[in-house]
């Protein structure tokens, strides 16, 4: 028995010396998840079918960093996966049209603990979240193409970023790639959130 005390000892001294949040990382508590969806559907075009040349067929998604995966246009949607409760992803994206590469562009962000993350994609003029279908265009657009905007109008977007498409790949002018960063939001019970 006295080596089992002498073991206990050890393993706290090793827990207290890593800090809480290192053990609670090692244990899986307070990880987030990431997801990458299906990008919204629209009656009358293929702009953002995963399997059509005129949308997100030539999808390519890569993490680092924190998180290594790449993921393709037919691998939509991605389940939720669980991710590191602190450090930063970086996202590589390109679209493709056939043999070449008509956008691409790069976005970070850094991780909290417990988080949903979801991140989704889509071509259009602009970005609008499912429930804010029926109101106006996004609430602004980045001051710079390509720059995130970290406070966005509506309460799941974190960040989102704007990537101009190739003149000659564009189903009609104005048309961009979105990558847009949401995150769940928990509203405690009883208030508005």
Not at 174 to 180: A, D, P, R
């Amino acid at each position: 028995m006295p080596s089992l005390a002498r073991f206990l000892v050890v393993l706290a001294l090793c827990f207290a010396s890593s800090g809480c949040d290192s053990v609670l990382g090692l244990l899986g508590i307070g990880s987030g998840t990431l997801e990458l969806p299906l990008p919204p559907e629209r009656r009358g075009d293929n702009y953002n079918s995963t399997t059509h040349h005129e949308g997100l067929a030539g999808l390519q998604i890569r993490l680092s960093e924190a998180v290594e995966r790449t993921f393709e246009a037919a691998d939509l949607p991605v389940e939720p996966f669980s991710v590191p409760r602190d450090g930063r992803i970086h996202v590589d994206v390109t679209l493709g049209d056939g043999s070449r590469q008509v956008a691409s562009g790069r976005g970070s962000w850094t991780l909290t603990p417990g988080t949903e993350w979801r991140l989704r994609f889509e071509r259009g003029p602009f970005f609008v979240e499912d429930w804010m279908r029926w109101r106006s265009p996004a609430p602004f657009l980045p001051p710079n193409r390509g720059e995130p905007v970290e406070l966005c109008s509506w309460p799941t977007c974190k960040e989102y970023w704007r990537f101009e498409i190739a003149e000659e790949a564009r189903n009609y002018a104005g048309e961009v790639l979105w990558m847009v960063l949401l995150a769940a939001v928990h509203c405690p019970e009883g208030a508005v959130c």
